[in-house]
């Protein structure tokens, strides 16, 4: 899968509950028509007893490892199909629909037509993530919830089931509004 991604977390109670994706009965029933599946969910305990399992002497891991200590869950399904048709438009936009609002950004969008394959990175305002990668016979969403910054998403690849690809071929994440309004201040 040229999109792959295998992650979603989150940092606070409020955090948690702002970002948590709600994967509808029909979503999930996805799995009994997938030949493979991923389905991850991680919580703040969790999360913090994998990362002790990060050296800090390895730079990656070191990295991956400060990433996390600001997260507090993960969230993914992803579904591998023989053959094309097994889950329709409607099942992606009940995802899409949960991203929408004043409190979501759309930040990497990346759709081929020839392929029939999109990759889309939505931004909550308090730093989680959403990300939808389709292909014909492949879906997957992943929910970062708490904060974390585009940027940082490519450390994370490897770790914790993570592909080492996590961003789309030649995708640009841009920083969150928080961080870019931190650079603004300090540059004053």
């Known amino acids: 899968m040229r999109y792959q991604f295998v992650l979603a977390l989150a940092v606070s109670v409020g955090a948690l509950a702002a970002q948590q994706l709600k994967f509808t009965a029909a979503f999930e029933r996805l799995s009994?028509?997938?030949?493979?599946?991923?389905?991850?969910?991680?919580?703040?305990?969790?999360?913090?007893?994998?990362?002790?399992?990060?050296?800090?002497?390895?730079?990656?891991?070191?990295?991956?490892?400060?990433?996390?200590s600001k997260l507090t869950g993960i969230q993914v399904r992803s579904f591998e199909f023989d053959k094309e048709g097994a889950y329709t438009e409607a099942d992606v936009n009940d995802i899409r629909a949960q991203v929408k609002g004043p409190e979501w950004s759309l930040i990497v969008s990346s759709r081929s037509k020839k392929d029939r394959e999109s990759a889309e990175i939505y931004l909550h305002r308090d730093g989680g993530l959403v990300i939808i990668a389709a292909e014909p016979k492949e879906l997957t969403v992943v929910n970062i919830m708490g904060k974390i910054d585009p940027s940082e998403l490519r450390s994370l690849g490897g770790q914790f089931g993570v592909p080492k690809n996590i961003m789309p071929e030649g995708a640009t994440p841009k920083p969150s509004p928080a961080k870019a309004k931190d650079k603004d201040e300090d540059e004053e």
């Open 32 to 68: 009994e028509k997938a030949t493979e599946t991923v389905n991850v969910s991680l919580d703040p305990q969790t999360l913090g007893f994998a990362s002790k399992f990060l050296s800090d002497g390895n730079k990656d891991e070191a990295q991956a490892k400060k990433v996390v």
